[in-house]
């Protein structure tokens, strides 16, 4: 029988990617390959001679079959790094993307010692994690519709202990906030659903078939749940409060307009994602 090693596995793999059109081949390859190795991609990279064993090998052939079938890498290994940190993720949360980073590092440049934030829509807890970490004196609350996501976030709070000092809420944008006596924040942002009904059957398999609907589809033009976070979000914003949402590649001209039109707001700022594309809008209250 043949000896594979780590390099063959690596070389067919890829070659079998390719021809099946999976994008980035070599990589998912290398990290499927160091997940059923339980290594590193480095430390794969120093034993490309090394033999692999007939169990992790017939482990290695039923994630390649996975993902074949378009199951995302990340949910295969349970692993996605955001904001430099590992997250746990699986098919219950959206996978943390990296444009998303973009408004974590607009939030935190917020110098205020003491602020209050709330993230909706926290899916794996992406952005409330790393902020909660970059800023250990902030007090912060996340909230989420799926009861199901939000057990994978308090999973990633715990592992980055930060978890004493986030609040989970499930519900429905800010309605789990009328409970509280008098919630009012210096921030709230959101990565919230963006897809528009057209877009999403065009969206690549990996998502459209793996990832929750829920946390990718807003309506028709992809803006209902900006809308409303748009419209509701002045009434839970301490004065000189800042909402910062990850809008959609055409969203910038509509969300512009949607702040410009409310008179609660006084400033409106949009920022492009390292490829150059509108991505994070900050809407200031007076
Ligand atoms: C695009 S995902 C973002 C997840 C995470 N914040 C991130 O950036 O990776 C949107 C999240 O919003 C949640 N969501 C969708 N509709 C919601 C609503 N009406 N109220 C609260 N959360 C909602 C979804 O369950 C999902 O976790």
Same mark, same amino acid.
């Given at each position: ?129 790393? @902020?909660?970490?970059? =800023?250990?004196?902030?007090?912060? $609350? &996340?909230?989420?519709?799926? /009861? %199901?996501? #939000?057990? *994978? ?50 969206? @690549?398999?990996?998502? =459209?078939?793996?990832?929750?609907? $829920? &946390?990718?589809?807003?309506? /028709? %033009?992809? #803006?209902? *749940? ?61």
């Amino acid at each position: 029988m043949k000896t594979w090693r780590v390099l063959d596995l690596i070389q067919w793999t890829t070659e079998y990617f390719k021809r099946c059109g999976i994008p980035g081949p070599r990589l998912d390859a290398e990290l499927l390959l160091s997940h059923v190795l339980d290594t590193s991609r480095l430390q794969l990279y120093l034993r490309f001679e090394m033999p692999v064993y007939p169990e992790h090998l017939a482990a290695f052939r039923e994630l390649i079959k996975k993902r074949v079938a378009h199951a995302p890498v990340s949910y295969l290994t349970n692993r996605k790094e955001f904001f430099s940190l590992d997250f746990y993720v699986d098919s219950r949360v959206l996978i943390p993307r990296p444009e998303t980073e973009v408004l974590v590092e607009n939030v935190l440049q917020t110098q205020e010692p003491q602020c209050q934030l709330i993230d909706i829509g926290t899916g794996s807890g992406a952005i409330a994690i790393s @902020l909660a970490v970059n =800023r250990p004196e902030w007090e912060m $609350t &996340a909230t989420d519709i799926s /009861a %199901d996501a #939000l057990e *994978v976030a308090q999973k990633n709070a715990v592992a980055h202990k930060c978890a004493d000092r986030l609040t989970f809420l499930q519900g429905n944008l800010f309605e789990p906030l009328e409970e509280l006596p008098n919630p009012r924040f210096d921030w709230i942002v959101s990565n919230p659903p963006y897809v528009s009904t057209a877009e999403y059957p065009s969206l @690549l398999p990996d998502v =459209r078939d793996h990832e929750p609907e $829920t &946390a990718l589809l807003a309506g /028709a %033009d992809g #803006l209902d *749940v900006i809308t409303c976070i748009l419209e509701d979000a002045p009434r839970f914003l301490k004065p000189g409060g800042r909402v910062g949402l990850e809008i959609g590649h055409n969203h910038g001209p509509d969300v512009q307009d949607i702040v410009q039109s409310n008179s609660a707001y006084v400033g409106c700022q949009v920022i492009n994602d390292y490829s150059g594309v509108e991505r994070v809008v900050i809407a200031t209250v007076e």
